[in-house]
């Protein structure tokens, strides 16, 4: 899929909202899909893209955070941290599969399917620029940005 227009999709989510991804034509976007609301890395990762929202927004570029928690989870998590981005609900995992973030994962031992840490820049164009797979969270952030910044 890099280097290549991605498909059209629709979420629901956070502010009453439905995003749809032909709808940010014209701006860059990162899509990061993280694995559930209000767990230590997904908190710490949040934040640090909050943190940086305005650099992002200097660039044109819209944030957009993916799970498959409920909008109400979603808007919870929003408001503790006060995200200044929209956080998009995948409960029948359909964005999941079109990225192909889904693994099987080691959680105490156990084989568990979850959603594997990653991000995603897609260009004015609506094409695939850039991802991260397996997303260790410290700085990880900073990188995106500095990517957007070279755009």
């Known amino acids: 899929m890099l280097n290549e227009p991605v498909p059209d999709f629709a979420l629901a989510s956070t502010g009453a909202k439905t995003f749809q991804l032909a709808a940010q034509r014209g701006k860059p976007c990162v899509l990061y899909f993280y694995p559930k609301d209000s767990t230590p890395g997904c908190t710490t990762e949040a934040g640090q893209f909050r943190d940086l929202h305005a650099q992002f927004a200097a660039c044109g570029c819209a944030v957009f955070g993916i799970s498959r928690d409920s909008i109400r989870s979603h808007e919870n998590f929003k408001a503790k ?6 956080l998009l609900s995948d409960p029948d995992e359909s964005a999941c599969a079109l ?16 959603v594997e840490r990653s991000t995603f820049v897609i260009d004015a164009a609506g094409v695939l620029r850039r991802e ?17 910044q070279s755009l």
């Open 132 to 148: 991260w797979r397996g997303v260790k969270v410290p700085g990880h952030a900073e990188e995106v940005l500095h990517y957007v």
């Open 99 to 114: 990225f192909g973030v889904m693994k099987m994962k080691n959680m105490y031992g156990k084989q568990v399917r979850g």
């Open 81 to 86: 941290l006060e995200l200044p981005f929209e």
